[in-house]
């Protein structure tokens, strides 16, 4: 079993920026992928970033590329992912999540096998 907590979220202006941090216990952190996804009121949880065990390769969807970076830490069990100008659209419920199978590009919610509780993130204009 892995737990995951994810920290960092909070109220922003349009253009400021957060650092989300996802802290892992449980079984060895670098044994898995790790995903970022969202889930704002009404729309369905969605894809935001991924990165493989070694932090080799990053994935990002097309609406927060260039803006948001995702990184880990093997040593200190955590992943981060850092937003900047952020934008309303952006509001939402940040969850990271386990992939034990996947290469850091897996964009699909279904197959990542641990979740954190999630922390919301909200912009204002």
Not at 46 to 66: H, L, N, P, Q, W
Not at 99 to 112: K, P, Q, V
């Amino acid at each position: 079993q892995v737990q995951l907590v994810e920290s960092g979220g909070g109220l922003v202006q349009a253009g400021g920026s957060l650092r989300l941090s996802c802290a892992a216990s449980g079984r060895t952190f670098s044994r898995f992928a790790m995903g970022w996804f969202r889930q704002a009121p009404g729309k369905e949880r969605e894809f935001v970033a991924a990165i493989s065990r070694s932090g080799g390769t990053e994935y990002y969807a097309d609406s927060v590329k260039g803006r948001f970076t995702i990184s880990r830490d093997n040593a200190k069990s955590t992943a981060y992912l850092q937003v900047n100008s952020l934008k309303p659209e952006d509001t939402a419920v940040y969850y990271c999540a386990g992939d034990l199978y996947g290469s850091g590009t897996n964009t699909n919610s279904d197959t990542y096998e641990y979740w954190g509780q999630g922390t919301q993130v909200t912009v204002s204009s």
